[in-house]
């Protein structure tokens, strides 16, 4: 068979990508049509699906969010309910959650969002299968307990049996494959090493561990106390005696009603009133309109994810954003220059990263003083380590009491392979100029000089982060050292310690971010997120902010593919085997399940 011209294969590919973009923009066109036609009904009822968890923010990159999973964010949510608080057209909300978590302060983020609008006198039901179908469903349940009303089906069960904390640890396997693990840390609370080097708790570990963990139950706790309206010692004995079937939870007083989707929904109409119709969160925000559209200008940036140098991405593996200190650092910039702008909300979740792009962020959050642009940090799940890094120069901290923060430390080092690889038949030669010049190998280990610079390496960032901690911070530097030493706290214990200002989410920052504006407490602002999104089409060009490379790859791997290698890249990255196992890093200490 004749192979086509080289220039007529050209003209062919150019006719493919064209019908391929022309499709897509119909494709988002036809999707704003259907979001944003229709009104708001004059008898609405919110409706929200918590059955998948929820993320901070929505990729600026489409695509991104397409391979993400969808789902609902935090700041749709909040900003969908603030708007429906004071809309006459809404007479209530129901929610569909499950078990899945979505981190202790997400959730506190949304119970305080739901209670503003309680507050206004309107309903708001909590439906739910099940709260963790014979597993856990401590999260979901006591985001169900800001609701009003909490029906569960029949056959659902309430996952209530409390907290529990299990990392995993690598040592015993690492010996059995000959990998040696050459890391240090500042100082011995900074545990993220731990799973390598050690089969067990250390003394400082479970120390910290337990606080945090101790911390996390009693808001736990007193939440669900508050709202059922029983005594905490009487929540407690529940949660000895969990998790409950379906008719144990109604006994209790866990739940109001057992019955199925149907008839909570004809329950929640019925209760509205004739004619109400329901709408979903997202459409509801379209069409209504976002409560903070027009006013003085709040510049919010979002720095999300592990921080690492250049651009920030989306990793469909893990389903993970990442803080790059370009894209981070370009959008307080351009948040600076604009004379608009009269404050900056800068909403971090992070488990730290990078010290360098870290210090690069931070940076750009002393300049934006120096300008005079008040910046309010607002954090979420996480901003432990470097994310408490890029924090800790703000005018103002504000943290959710169930935040994970702190960790005011450093580690690095390397995993040496050679004896690994040794055994599989892999073997190496090297020849090197300089005494050092196998610093950064693998396959060989520190030399006694070597050593040495590491260790230099490790004391000057640690001296550096508790000075300019005691810097942002005002406090003396004594007092830092004692509540460094890499550990972590909760929000609740991080205002207690001076590490935060405030306890709270979105509305307090605003409040602040007004404050510092100079501006009235109950002023009209636009919010304006820097960098702006760019779109599909500028996504599948490789224009605008994004990284263009980051999107080729993304095009190039499908949903289900992703689904599968899941899995496997996560087991790789805990044993330390993926991208950025080795260096020097500040990164949170340990991982917290529901």
Avoid at 8 to 23: D, E, H, K, P, Q
Wanted: hydrophobic share 45%; glycine share 12%.
């Amino acid at each position: 068979m004749t192979r086509p011209s080289r220039s007529l294969r050209f003209f062919a590919v150019i006719g493919v990508l064209s019908t391929a973009v022309a499709l897509l923009a119909l494709f988002t066109v036809s999707v704003r049509c259907a979001c944003g036609g229709p009104g708001v009904p004059v008898k609405t009822v919110l409706e929200i699906d918590f059955e998948r968890p929820f993320a901070e923010h929505a990729a600026a990159d489409p695509i991104a969010r397409a391979l993400g999973g969808g789902g609902p964010t935090v700041d749709d949510l909040v900003a969908a309910l603030e708007r429906a608080r004071t809309d006459d057209r809404v007479a209530g909300l129901v929610a569909h959650i499950g078990g899945a978590g979505s981190g202790l302060a997400r959730t506190q983020e949304l119970r305080d969002a739901i209670a503003g609008f309680r507050a206004s006198g309107k309903f708001a039901v909590a439906f739910s299968e099940t709260f963790g179908e014979f597993g856990p469903g401590n999260q979901g349940y006591y985001l169900a307990t800001a609701f009003d009303e909490i029906w569960l089906q029949p056959s659902g069960d309430v996952g209530l049996n409390g907290l529990m904390m299990q990392p995993t640890f690598y040592r015993g396997a690492l010996d059995k494959l000959d990998v040696a693990v050459r890391m240090d840390h500042r100082y011995e609370y900074k545990n993220a090493l731990n799973q390598y080097t050690e089969r067990a708790f250390t003394p400082a570990h479970k120390e910290a561990s337990q606080a945090v963990l101790g911390s996390m139950f009693d808001q736990l706790v007193s939440g669900i106390a508050e709202r059922r309206q029983l005594a905490p010692e009487a929540v407690r004995a529940l949660i000895d005696r969990g998790p409950f079937l379906g008719p144990e939870a109604l006994k209790e007083g866990l739940v109001d009603k057992l019955g199925y989707r149907d008839e909570v929904m004809a329950a929640v109409k019925a209760r509205a009133g004739d004619g109400a119709e329901l709408l979903w969160h997202d459409r509801y925000l379209d069409r209504a309109g976002s409560p903070w559209t027009r006013g003085a200008r709040i510049a919010v940036v979002y720095g999300l994810g592990p921080v690492q140098r250049g651009e920030s991405s989306f990793d469909p593996l893990f389903r993970e954003a990442t803080m790059g200190s370009d894209t981070v650092g370009a959008a307080l910039r351009a948040a600076i220059d604009d004379p608009e702008v009269k404050a900056i909300v800068f909403r971090v979740d992070s488990p730290g990263g990078s010290y360098v792009a870290s210090d690069a962020i931070w940076r750009e959050t002393v300049r934006a003083k120096q300008a005079g642009k008040p910046v309010i940090v607002s954090m979420g799940n996480v901003a432990g380590s470097g994310g408490y890094f890029v924090a800790m120069h703000a005018t103002k901290i504000v943290a959710q009491p169930g935040t994970i923060t702190g960790s005011i430390g450093v580690l690095g080092g390397k995993m040496l392979t050679r004896q690994l690889f040794e055994r599989l038949g892999v073997t190496y030669d090297a020849i090197g100029s300089s005494a050092n010049s196998d610093f950064f190998s693998d396959t060989h280990d520190y030399s006694a000089q070597g050593w040495q610079r590491f260790q230099a390496w490790l004391d000057r960032v640690y001296v550096d982060f508790t000075t300019k901690v005691a810097e942002g911070r005002g406090l003396p530097i004594e007092k830092v050292r004692e509540v460094a030493k890499g550990r972590i706290w909760t929000g609740a214990d991080a205002k207690e310690l001076g590490l935060v200002d405030e306890l709270g989410g979105w509305p307090v920052a605003l409040r602040l971010a007004r404050e510092a504006a100079g501006l009235d407490a109950d002023a009209d602002i636009e919010l304006k997120v820097y960098p702006e999104d760019k779109g599909l089409l500028g996504s599948l060009l490789g224009g605008g902010n994004d990284n263009s490379e980051s999107v080729a790859a993304q095009v190039q791997l499908t949903v289900g593919l992703v689904d599968e290698l899941r899995p496997v890249a996560a087991e790789l990255r805990a044993l330390g085997l993926g991208p950025g196992a080795h260096g020097v890093v500040s990164t949170l200490p340990v991982a917290l399940g529901d």
